[in-house]
Nanobody, 123 residues
Framework: QAQLEESGGGLVQPGGSLRLSCVASGNILDIMDMGWYRQAPGKERELVATITTGNMSTYEDSVKGRFTISRDRAKNTIDLQMNSLKPEDTAVYYC?????????????????WGPGTQVTVSS
């Protein structure tokens, strides 16, 4: 099974920037769509951005123009460049990947998550 690990979280002042990274490792045949989600205290987990195998990206409305998702398929990594951060961006950010496996003569996909990284935007 693959493991996902995020890095790059931390404390930043409003208007600042952070870059999150996620690497997938382990016995991976391929990775399909990848994305970033976040969960603020007392709220449900929400989609932030996704990116397909063809590098097509989508963004949640509140982060459009401020966040940029990118991926390196050869390295099984995705990044999230976050600019003009706001206090409402404070949350635990999770990396998500649809990982493709092959076993017993069949292909199958598993939706997997990293443990999360805390992003705090505060003065």
């Amino acid at each position: 099974q693959a493991q996902l690990e995020e890095s790059g979280g931390g404390l930043v002042q409003p208007g600042g920037s952070l870059r999150l990274s996620c690497v997938a490792s382990g016995n991976i045949l391929d990775i399909m769509d990848m994305g970033w989600y976040r969960q603020a205290p007392g709220k449900e987990r929400e989609l932030v951005a996704t990116i397909t195998t063809g590098n097509m990206s989508t963004y949640e409305d509140s982060v459009k123009g401020r966040f940029t998702i990118s991926r390196d398929r050869a390295k099984n990594t995705i990044d999230l460049q976050m600019n003009s951060l706001k206090p409402e961006d404070t949350a635990v950010y999770y990396c998500n990947a649809e990982v493709r496996y092959y076993s017993g003569g069949s292909y199958y996909n598993v939706d997997q998550w990293g443990p999360g990284t805390q992003v705090t935007v505060s003065s």
